[in-house]
Structure formats: C-alpha cells, structure tokens
C-alpha cells in the first residue's frame, strides 16, 4: 500500500517544480488505483493546457513582427524629424517586447530535463565568466563543505542567476552572490549597494513589463520581463524569489529552494 503511496506523493512534487513525468503505475488496492488514475488524468490536462497556452502565446508575438515592421517603414516617411524618432523609438521598444515574449514562450516550449549537478560548481562558473569580463562579482557559501549535489533545470537556473547578478552590476557596478544552506532551504543572495527599488514596488517588479521609474529604468536596459521570468523559474523548482531593500541601503535579491528533495535523504551530499 505504501510504495504506491510513496510513488505518488513523489510525483505530486516533482510536478509541482514543473517536471515532466511519465504516467504512474496504477497498483495497489482499487482506491489507490483510482487515486493514481485520477492524478494521470490531472497531470495531462495541465500539461496539454500549458503547452496550448505557451503555443498561443508564440504565434501571437510572432504575427505581430509584420505590422511593427510595417508601421516602422512608414515612420521612415514622417517629415518632421522629432515626430519621426518618437515613433521609431516606440516602435523599437514593442519590437523588445515582442521579441523578449517570444524568447520567453519558446524557453518554455523547450522542456529541460532535471539533472542532478553541483550547485556550487554551476554559480561558482558563472561568477567565473563574469570576473573574466571584468565585472566586479564575488561568490561565497555558508552551511557547506565542498560540493552541493542538487535535482534542478540547470540552463533555467543559469538563466535566473544571470538575470539577477546582472541586474545587480548594471545598477550598482558590482554584486555579492551568497549560497547558503540550513535545516529549512537553500537560499540564494545577490545583493549589491545601487539605487534599491521603492518598498511599494518590491513585489509589482515581478509584474510582466513593468520597470520601476528612476534609476532602475529602460535607460539601464530591459523590458520588463527578467525578473517574471525569474521567479517563474524559481516556483518551477519549488522555491520562490524575493527582493527586500538592504538596511545600510542596496538590494538583495533572495533565491530560496527547498533544502530536501523527493527521494533523496536530507544532509550534505556528495
């Protein structure tokens, strides 16, 4: 009874994070059966309605590529010049948009499997390529002793990272990244000393398309879709991304995972 049991309550989480999973046997008695059953049921439905959704969503940014494209060879035909740049620069910035909506539907359309990698070897090699560009960037852990075997999406997490560290050096010139593990979670922090973000406006950031007004605006780069995009990536591993304003001033932007896995023990791993 409680193999099956236990298969189920596995799958309930590893579909949680976002995982594509083949349909569980059905065994044991006849109400776990159904109970399975019911959950393949579930499991492709959601599946079928995310993948329609993510489909839609493509074909839409993508047929509005032809009138943006139209509309900016007829601005070209504007006299007056100021009016002219205006509309090109508007058009510009919804050809962004168009092209950041798509980046986002195909990157979901590519489903990636979960592997098992080393947490500190992947942040630690993006630290790496940052500091061979020069950036100012530094990587530090608390609560682990070499290695950090972990179940994830890595390009996703790559992606999330990236947009965080960058953020952080195209608005304060520099970013501590910190991993840090407890009895709880993993916890991710990039923090940097820049401009922070209204206390109003920490949680509307991860609205799609929204940028904050001031000093982290368009003018820095970015359409408004990093930071959706990033949590997104962080509920599909069954955590969840924050932004809080440092007291002595900056920002840190906080990563939690969970600590423990289905199927795996908890403790340090090698």
């Known amino acids: 009874i409680t193999r099956p049991l236990r298969a189920l309550s596995g799958a309930a989480e590893r579909l ?18 159904r109970t399975t059953r019911a959950f393949n049921a579930m499991q492709e439905r959601l599946t ?16 509005l590529r032809t009138p943006i494209t139209a509309l900016r060879l007829r601005a070209e035909f504007v006299e007056d010049a100021e009016t002219r740049q205006k509309i090109l620069e508007t058009l510009e910035e919804m050809s962004g948009m168009i092209e950041a909506v798509i980046g986002f539907a195909r ?46 999406r890595p390009t996703a997490l790559k992606r999330l990272l990236h947009n965080l560290i960058g953020n952080a050096l195209r608005y304060a010139g520099a970013a501590r990244v910190s991993l840090i593990r407890d009895d709880q979670a993993l916890s991710v922090l990039v923090e940097d000393e820049g401009p922070g973000i209204p206390a109003e406006q ?18 820095t780069g970015g359409v408004g879709l990093g930071l959706a995009i990033a949590r997104s990536i962080a509920h599909a591993h069954g955590g969840d991304l924050v932004l809080e304003n440092r007291p002595e001033g900056g920002l840190c ?18």
């Open 107 to 152: 990157d979901e359309a590519t489903a990636e499997a979960t592997r098992r990698v080393d947490l500190v070897a992947l942040i630690q090699s993006q630290i790496d390529d940052l500091a061979d560009q020069g950036e100012k960037v530094t990587f530090q852990t608390a609560g682990i002793e070499g290695t950090l075997s972990y179940d994830c």
């Open 48 to 63: 079928r309605f995310v993948r329609d959704r993510t489909r839609m969503l493509a074909a839409i940014s993508h047929d």
């Open 202 to 219: 920490l949680e509307q950031v991860f609205d799609p398309f929204f940028r904050v007004e001031g000093s982290r605006s368009q003018d």
């Open 253 to 270: 932007a906080r990563l939690t995972l969970p600590a423990e896995q289905p199927g795996q023990p908890p403790g340090p791993r090698p």
């Open 16 to 33: 949680g994070r976002g995982e594509n999973l083949e349909p569980l046997a059905e065994t044991g008695p006849e109400d776990v059966r």
